[in-house]
């Protein structure tokens, strides 16, 4: 990995941090105000409608340009105004992954924000970025070390917001976005699906869901009455962007297909395959037709059942194993002590905590995740990557902007031990074919697998 150059203003503990998209809310240019207050130099770039209309104000610059002319632009500016820091929210979007390739040519630390894995009310920051990306070990032998003293997490929920403020920061984000295209021709949105066609699907879709929650509780309860044996799919949002680039799966009804698949094959004669539809899914894609259909070709249609709500965690607490992608929900079962497989690339994803055995034998015989594992992990994440917070209610930004602020002038995970120079998930998502950019394009660890390989190695012979 490159060396990160902190610059003058660094050694004297001043920073010099470039802000690019936040969240749906003021949060990114409140952020920008705290760090500029502590004395920090501060420059946020706007790419977008919805970048405007939250973050407007001192400090900010407007970037309508071409989307090809970004990454020299971003770069140039970042060398002229000698940036220490790179601030973005989600790692992966397009914006965001030219910035970090121009970063990492300069030594620039890059951060990426967003929400946690320690739902509901904690924020992620991480140096690099998450998934893939992440440097946050993978070794649960040096994560058990690393939080050794640590202190538990409280959980207890302290922040929160409601669902219409949420939802209506979304559509005027999104949708301001699509509507304002001519005046920002050169910004990309990682977003799989038209925003109105998207915000239009919700209407039927929360109607649906609120019709049918009542059956699904029901179907709960009779399913953990009767005792039955049974393996839960927690279905992500299909345009889950975690998908696209943290797994080798195109399309989340690969995934699907997959799974059900293989229980037919190898999964108990007597064992039920529970599928649970995620709670915000838009509804464009048919899921009770798609799993009734996959199930029938393959002849476990009376073994495979379909959820459109229930209680997730008293599931988890009977279930005999959960599969996901790389969902929160793997966190959650891990905690509940349920077995996890895990098919794509998740920070929780290591041996001693998720099956690191194939899709077939984890019917039968799951590799049960160590307590004191997750008990560690829980305590490492907190401590080393997460914020308490909230990007929505105002008490709840006030504390989350404080404590990043505060992370960011501590060094974020870097006192915890809990930075892994070259990300450890690297090579597993070259294994998984997943591309591995920034990291591909200028780093010794991309360009083919000897690369990946070779990087890996220069890095190790110079101590990490």
Known sequence: MADHRDGADARRGAMRVMLLQGPPSPFARELGAALAARGHHVTRVLLSFGDWLFGRGAGAVLWRGRFEEWETWVEARMRAEGITHLVYYADRQPHHVAAQRAARRLGVRCVSYENGYLRPDWILVEEGGQGAFSHFPADL?????????????????????????????????????????????????????????????????????????????????????????????????????????????????????????????????????????????????????????????????????????????????HAAGCVVVNSTVGLHALQAGCPVLCRGIAVYGMAGLTHQGGLDGFWTAPERPDPDGVAALVRLMAAAIHVRGDFLAPEGRRAAVTAMVARLEAGLARPFGAFVPVPPRLMQARAAGIPIAPWEANHPMGGGSGGLVKGVAAQVGRGM
């Open 141 to 317: 032998a040096l994560v058990k070390r690393l939080a050794a003293g640590l202190p538990e997490p409280e959980m207890q929920r302290r922040y929160g917001h409601g669902f219409a403020s949420e939802a209506v920061a979304e559509v005027a984000c999104h949708l301001g976005n699509w509507l304002f295209a001519p005046v920002f021709p050169g910004f990309r949105a990682d977003r799989a699906v038209n925003p109105v066609l998207e915000y239009l699907s919700y209407l039927p879709r929360h109607v649906q869901a609120w019709r049918g929650a009542g059956a699904a509780d029901r179907a709960v309860a009779r399913l953990i009455a009767e005792g039955r044996r049974f393996h839960l799919i927690a279905l992500q949002m299909a345009g889950d962007y975690q998908i696209r680039a943290n797994s080798g799966y195109a399309d989340l009804r690969d995934f699907l297909a997959e799974v059900i698949a293989s229980h037919a094959r190898h999964g108990p004669a007597e064992g039920l395959l529970v599928v649970k539809r995620h709670p915000m899914d838009n509804g464009r894609i048919n899921w009770p037709r798609v799993v009734a259909r996959m199930a029938r070709r393959a002849g476990v249609a009376d073994r495979v059942l379909f959820l459109d709500g229930g209680d997730l965690g008293l599931l988890l607490r």
